[in-house]
């Protein structure tokens, strides 16, 4: 089609080609010559990214409907890594420095820290942890005070930022806290304020119910009900398997909440409901990490970078939390010039602040290693929004509007 | 294939061209607004006295960064859907000629002495060199991440460009085709302006919220000019588009998401005052005489215009979807 255009059109574009000589040949001498070529040199140093995943990790089982049908097919964030690394590979030549990512796959919660520490015995010093909640504690004891980071890529539970509170980790992806924060403000933003809140039976649901209850208190929604949820067609469970029933309460809602890890019972909640209104949480308007639509802040660039590395897959929030860990280690290495461990740790958890795509810079709370990020409100095919909201207001950083801020935080590895 | 026989009928076609080689025009300085559009494809030509839509130019998907040629009887306009710079004749308001381009061009610079158009490509992390006449890639120099803002030096002989992911700008050898020196800026560099003294370069980036000033001859950031407008968050000022008067006195920085443009001293680095323009503010230009400025609202959907003097907005104008960025013929 272009070539049809271009046709006809050719020689009227050459003729303006002949007369263009003017415009640089009054040149100003000012200009400054460029110095000769410089002749590259092998890389002198090694930069080592190790990845952990556990096989089996029940998060990424793929989610089928009763039919067999596979609606989700989760997958270990590694990809997200890989295009960290690829962007790093035209530093090659100014840092003098190799990057490797290296993937170590192990068989179940428990052998992530022996792995880790072996390892590290064998000088690495950055991991990227895609591992569940149960691998962490000892993780943590195994870890504690030696020269690493470990970067938790995939778990947002709230209490390896809080109970566990240890100084090796940097927690990229965002924690539940965060999540719901982001979601809550939108509501608040939209004077959607009376909530409707169904939990489902597994201990990550009830945990997803507490962080949201938490923002709806401090963001001023009201919940007006709290129906616990049982998934299944028992007829004699009616009261707690049918969503309109569920929903048949006095009072009136604008907004219905679901917490369901499973992403079962959620699938028959929109437009099962007594009244018509939308559904958030698990479904329909969800907070993420990231979200394959998000269009803003140079992420079409990173989006297609990440399908094309991952076979037409689309970017996942843990997929960007390991691009993100990958993108801070490499820039700590830029802008300290060194691959020096404690340098680069210092300017991690220090001063630096790097771009996630997603607007406002990202960087490291001191006192929890949680990493401040916006949280993308997302329908299935829209990002509704970018949480913090405009109008909620922060004293240092409006990021700091979503999850535990400094003086709420239990974990003060600052101090 | 199908683009070595594009390549193939464009040559041909210049060949063509070459005998029919008609007198140039003088430039007619009509003063005439373009904008482009990413999202409605198209340009809009609008009369700067009427501030009327006077044409509409469908072109390739997704127009962005536009260039005149010296004697503004051609309009380049990147288009980054498509993968080509479309080339309008500016008399008959019509596309002429496609260059063919790495992926997804954005920004570009042309140096006709040299025949030569320098693209980034950002999912190839390279600088293309397009040879005007040939139509073809001759060179990819490799860059950092995600290469964006493009300017060449008036002697030709250099070339900038910023590389937004990995924080840096790079000197590169124009004719040699190779990076000669490397400098980091803050987070997310974006576009250029010169010095008219050639000693300094100006480089927006978007992240960091700041203009960063290099030294050309040293090839060092030697001060940063740093932007808040009164009533604005900080998050939200993200400079991206700069131009500076023809004297080096006044350069002018839009502020992105923070929707103000502002007006800085070059020699004393010191901000004079904020405008208020539009949301996601990127492009700007001068009109010739520098009594006006052009400011293109990505996420407003119209160019403000403004007085220089006063520093006051005088008109927006709805334009299409997602403009991009303004250019002036005169």
């Known amino acids: 089609m272009s070539s049809a255009a271009g046709l006809g059109a050719l020689p009227r574009l050459a003729a303006l080609w002949l007369l263009g000589f003017t415009w640089a040949a009054a040149a100003a001498a000012q200009e400054v010559p460029a110095p000769a070529r410089p002749t590259p040199a092998p890389p002198q140093h090694h930069m080592k990214i190790v990845f952990v995943q556990v096989d089996g990790d029940r998060r990424y089982e793929p989610i089928v409907a009763s039919d067999r049908i596979v609606l989700k097919k989760p997958e270990h964030p590694f990809a997200g890594a890989q295009v960290g690394i690829d962007d790093a590979a035209p530093l090659r030549r100014i840092l003098n420095t190799d990057f490797a990512l290296d993937r170590i796959a192990v068989k179940s919660p428990a052998d992530v820290a022996p792995a880790i520490k072996q390892a590290a015995d064998a000088g690495t010093h950055f991991f990227l942890v895609d591992a569940p909640t149960a ?22 539970d709230d209490a390896l930022r809080r109970r566990l509170c240890a100084g090796e980790f940097v927690h990229v992806y965002p924690s539940r806290a965060q999540l719901m924060d982001g979601l809550v403000q939108y509501v608040v933003s939209r004077r959607w304020t009376n909530l409707l809140e169904l939990q489902g039976p597994s201990p990550a649901d009830a945990a997803m119910a507490a962080a949201f209850e938490y923002s709806a208190k401090k ?15 028992d007829p004699r469970q009616r009261e707690h398997n049918d969503p309109a029933l569920l929903s048949a309460i006095n009072r009136d809602f604008d907004v219905v909440f679901v917490a369901d890890s499973d992403f079962d019972f959620v699938r028959t909640v929109p437009y099962h409901l007594l009244r018509p209104r939308p559904v958030i949480g698990s479904i329909d308007l969800r907070p993420v990490a990231w979200h394959w639509t998000w269009d803003h802040n140079g992420a079409p660039q990173v989006n297609s970078r990440f399908e094309k590395k991952a076979n037409g897959r689309h970017m996942a929030g843990a997929d ?8 801070m280690i490499v820039q700590a290495v830029l802008h300290t010039r060194s691959t020096d461990f404690a340098k680069d740790r210092a300017f991690i958890l220090g001063n630096g602040s790097f771009d996630g795509d997603k607007g406002l810079a990202v960087s490291v709370r001191p006192w929890d290693h949680q990493v401040r990020q916006a949280v993308l409100l997302a329908a299935p095919y829209e990002v509704v929004a970018s949480a913090p909201i405009e109008g909620f207001l922060h004293r240092t950083n409006e990021l700091d509007t979503l999850g535990d801020d400094q003086p709420e935080s239990t974990c003060h590895l600052d101090h | 294939m199908v683009l070595m026989m594009l390549r193939l009928i464009v040559a041909l076609g210049l060949i063509l061209g070459s005998a029919l080689a008609a007198a140039p025009a003088a430039a007619k300085d009509t003063g005439l607004i373009y904008v482009s ?3 409605s494809n198209n340009i809009l030509v609008i009369d700067p006295k009427t501030y009327k839509i006077v044409n509409d130019i469908a072109v390739s998907r997704r127009p962005r960064d536009m260039h005149f040629n010296a004697g503004h009887t051609k309009l380049y306009v990147a288009c980054g859907d498509d993968d080509v710079i479309d080339v309008l004749d500016v008399a008959s308001g019509k596309v002429v000629g496609k260059l063919v381009t790495g992926s997804s061009p954005e920004t570009f ?26 139509n073809i890639i001759e060179k990819e120099v490799p ?3 995600e290469p964006e803002g493009v300017m060449v030096s008036k002697d030709g002989k250099t070339v900038y460009v910023t590389s937004e992911v990995s924080d840096l700008v790079h000197e590169i050898d124009a004719d040699g085709g190779y990076v000669t020196r490397d400098v980091v800026v803050g987070t997310r560099p974006r576009r250029f302006a010169a010095t008219p003294d050639g000693k300094e370069l100006w480089v927006s980036t978007e992240m960091a919220g700041e203009v960063d000033i ?23 000022v993200t400079p991206v588009g700069l131009v500076m008067t023809k004297d080096g006195k006044t350069a002018y920085v839009t502020l992105g998401h923070a929707a103000h443009v502002a007006v800085v001293d070059v020699p004393t680095r010191k901000v004079l005052g904020y405008i208020l323009v539009g949301r996601r503010s990127w492009g700007i230009t001068l009109s010739g005489d520098e009594r006006t400025l052009y400011v293109a609202n990505g996420l407003g959907d119209d160019i403000t215009i403004i007085d220089t003097a006063s520093r006051k907005p005088i008109i927006s104008i709805p334009v299409g979807r997602v403009p991009w960025g303004v250019v002036v013929d005169e």
Do not use: C
Not at chain 1, 221 to 231: D, T
Not at chain 2, 113 to 127: F, G, N, P
């Open chain 1, 135 to 156: 691998a962490y504690a000892a993780l943590a004891a195994a870890m504690h005070g030696r020269n690493v980071l470990l970067f938790n890529v995939s778990e947002p």
């Open chain 1, 219 to 233: 963001f001023g929604a009201h919940i007006v009900a709290q129906q616990k949820f049982e998934p299944g067609t």
């Open chain 1, 320 to 327: 960007w939390a390991a691009w993100v860990a990958v993108t």
């Open chain 2, 37 to 39: 559009n990413e999202k």
């Open chain 2, 109 to 134: 610079a042309m140096d006709e002495a040299r025949r030569r158009v320098y693209v980034s490509d950002e999912e190839a992390s390279s600088l293309a060199v397009i040879n005007m006449d040939k």
């Open chain 2, 143 to 145: 860059t950092g991440a």
């Open chain 2, 214 to 236: 290099i030294d050309r001859k040293k090839f060092a950031v030697t001060g940063k000019i740093d932007f808040l407008p009164p009533g604005m968050r900080q998050s939200d």
